[in-house]
C-alpha cells in the first residue's frame, strides 16, 4: 500500500510539473511572438518615415533586405 500511494504522489507532481512546464513554454512563445511583431512594425515604421523624408525608392527596400539577411 505504501508503494501505491508514492506512485500516485508521484504521478500527480508529474501531472504538475508537466502542467507548468508546458504554461511557460507557451507564455515564453508568446512573448517572442509580441516582441516580433513590435519589431517588424517598428522596422516598417522607420523604412516608411525614411521613405517620405528621403525620397527612397523601392531598391533601399530590397537593398535592406538582402543586406539584413547577410
Same mark, same amino acid.
Given at each position: 500500500?505504501? #508503494?501505491?500511494?508514492?506512485?500516485?504522489? =508521484?504521478? $500527480?507532481?508529474? +501531472? /504538475?510539473?508537466?502542467? @507548468?512546464?508546458?504554461?511557460?513554454?507557451?507564455?515564453?512563445?508568446?512573448?517572442? #511572438?509580441?516582441?516580433?511583431?513590435?519589431? =517588424?512594425? $517598428?522596422?516598417? +515604421? /522607420?523604412?516608411?518615415? @525614411?521613405?517620405?523624408?528621403?525620397?527612397?525608392?523601392?531598391?533601399?527596400?530590397d537593398?535592406?533586405?538582402?543586406?539584413?539577411?547577410?
Amino acid at each position: 500500500m505504501p #508503494n501505491q500511494i508514492v506512485l500516485a504522489d =508521484y504521478e $500527480q507532481l508529474l +501531472r /504538475e510539473l508537466k502542467n @507548468r512546464i508546458r504554461s511557460a513554454q507557451i507564455k515564453a512563445a508568446l512573448a517572442v #511572438n509580441r516582441e516580433l511583431v513590435l519589431l =517588424y512594425w $517598428q522596422i516598417g +515604421r /522607420e523604412i516608411l518615415q @525614411r521613405q517620405g523624408q528621403e525620397g527612397w525608392g523601392t531598391k533601399v527596400i530590397d537593398r535592406l533586405a538582402k543586406d539584413l539577411k547577410q
